[in-house]
């Protein structure tokens, strides 16, 4: 049983210096002074967000991009609270909100309300392709109702485009989060998320992506076909999609490593709530093609279980606490470089040990709960 645990420890240490050495390895995109030229159809899926679609389109209406180069697509799903009014009434537009309807010549650019066509398991692929099918530029980015958009967004996506001719960008995501342990534990788990994002492209072993902050050629995904062979999977309108361009050319699939391109996002606000964002995230592991990813997947849960094995079965105060204390230091090779990034310093470091403790009985509970359970989200209840 030692031998195991050191090995697995091992290989986990191995994993983590090798992701680090990725993020140090991608450089900070430094953008160009180049006249804007790519046409962009930005898709934004929402369901009840009236809470947060007012801080999105306030972030619209700031963006710094020619508006004949841009659309907004909001696709409806189903939505039963006040969120289709309010994106009319944030619209300086006066006209009558009703669905399909486009409003032309508004201070945010061309936006477009359509309801969602739902033809699969996954309500939100059905709203991007649906989106897809009405967009009329030649460059899809996906962004969420809970985000808000950077001033530079799109000028930064168009000059990494107009330099190095990608079919994909990937681009980071960053959390505002509050002094909670709630709040500051998903920003720590988050941001783990990121720097193992940036640390695959590094190591030239992409294999993580955000929809929250994703691009791509319309013809391309047109060609792949979509979502086509993984819509009944409700979740993974990103990293399904992200497999698909990285198996037809890995080359033209990048990261646009810049806080020009930092879409902002927010933590859920309950612990229901994120064991069932986690879940839905979890559940989709499994369906991934690439056996490497499948493996990423179990070392890491073979850490934490390790970790809370130890607890439980070992007498050696030694052999309890090496597992954590290893796995702390370990992590701390990837965290130092993602909270210097995303600049979370002040926070991260204070709140960094006690949700390393805390994580191995999170995750691993996460696990159980997706392998075993469905989940809710949105209102709905969806199985792996």
């Not at 979502?227 to 979740?235: H, K, V």
Request: hydrophobic letters at 45%.
């Amino acid at each position: 049983m030692i031998w195991f645990i050191t090995f697995i420890l091992i290989t986990y240490a191995i994993l983590i210096i090798a992701l680090a050495f990725g993020f140090t390895k991608v450089d900070e995109y430094k953008p160009k002074n180049l006249k804007s030229k790519t046409s962009f159809s930005v898709v934004i899926p929402f369901r009840n967000e009236a809470k947060n679609l007012p801080n999105l389109l306030k972030s619209i209406s700031l963006l710094n991009y020619p508006k004949q180069l841009v659309e907004f697509i909001f696709v409806d799903d189903a939505s039963s609270d006040d969120s289709v009014e309010i994106i009319s009434n944030n619209i300086s537009c006066q006209v009558e909100c009703s669905r399909n309807l486009k409003l032309p010549d508004c201070d945010q650019g061309n936006i477009l309300l359509i309801n969602n066509v739902r033809s699969s398991n996954s309500p939100k692929k059905d709203a991007i392709t649906t989106a897809i099918s009405v967009s009329k530029n030649s460059w899809i980015v996906t962004t969420d109702a809970d985000c808000m958009l950077p001033e530079n967004w799109l000028k930064t996506f168009d000059n990494l485009i107009q330099t190095n001719h990608p079919k994909m960008v990937v681009a980071p995501v960053n959390y505002v989060a509050k002094s909670s342990f709630l709040e500051q534990f998903q920003l720590l788990d988050f941001m783990s998320l990121q720097g193992t994002t940036i640390g695959g492209f590094g190591i030239n072993f992409p294999f993580m992506c955000n929809g929250a902050n994703l691009g791509y050629k319309k013809e391309d995904f047109l060609k792949l076909n979509g979502f086509e062979g993984n819509n009944t999977i409700a979740s993974g309108d990103d990293v399904f999609l992200f497999e698909k361009f990285l198996e037809s050319d890995k080359k033209s699939v990048q990261f646009l490593k810049s806080e020009n391109a930092m879409v902002i996002t927010f933590p859920v606000k309950t612990w229901k709530d994120l064991i069932n964002q986690r879940i839905r995230w979890a559940s989709k592991t499994s369906r991934f093609k690439n056996y490497k990813i499948k493996l990423i997947g179990l070392l890491v849960f073979l850490v934490n279980l390790i970790i809370l094995f130890s607890l439980f079965y070992f007498d050696n105060l030694i052999f309890i606490f090496l597992p954590i204390t290893a796995k702390i230091i370990i992590d701390l090779c990837l965290f130092l470089p993602t909270i210097k990034f995303y600049q979370h310093k002040k926070t991260g470091y204070k709140w960094y040990l006690f949700c390393s403790i805390f994580y191995p009985f999170f995750s691993v509970f996460v696990v159980f709960k997706a392998v075993f359970f469905k989940y809710n989200w949105k209102g709905r209840k969806f199985k792996k």
